[in-house]
């Protein structure tokens, strides 16, 4: 089986316009001073639609620990800058709530790939450059 590259390129193009505006969301929006469950939400929402670009932008490397720490260490970055600026602080629940997705996306992959949202190729697949 292979994957059409135009498949590819739409998931790391998409890829790149989520991590555009995760990035700019959370340097610039400023928050309440009291954190509610929505901002969990969105950054479980944020990190399970991530997960599914990067899953589905290397369709023929499976959603192991390269993906896992690549998606955990973005998350550790936002938090890292969000440090330094004003208005923001490091939470370390933000990062726990980005990891819940990501692990969240890890069991439901199956689900995933029967819904069709994902092409993934056997490991011996290549796709046509």
């Keep these: 089986m292979t ?4 498949t590819t390129n739409l998931y790391r193009t998409l890829l790149v ?11 610039t929006r400023e928050v309440a001073i ?9 950054h479980m929402l944020a990190f399970f639609v991530l997960s599914l670009l990067v899953d ?8 192991g620990a390269a993906k896992v720490f690549s998606l955990f260490g973005y998350g550790l970055f936002i938090e890292i800058v969000q ?15 980005d990891g819940v997705a990501i692990l969240l996306y890890l069991s439901l992959t199956p689900v995933v ?3 069709g949202l994902l092409n993934h190729a056997p490991s011996s697949a290549r796709i046509p450059q």
């Design 113 to 115: 790939r029967r819904l």
């Design 56 to 63: 589905g932008s290397w369709p023929t490397l499976r959603f």
């Design 34 to 42: 009291m954190e509610d469950m929505n901002d969990k939400v969105s």
């Design 17 to 27: 316009l989520a991590l555009a505006a995760i990035s700019y969301l959370a340097t």
């Design 83 to 97: 440090h330094f600026l004003p208005r923001r602080s490091v939470s370390l629940l933000d990062l726990a709530a």
């Design 3 to 6: 994957i059409p590259k135009s």
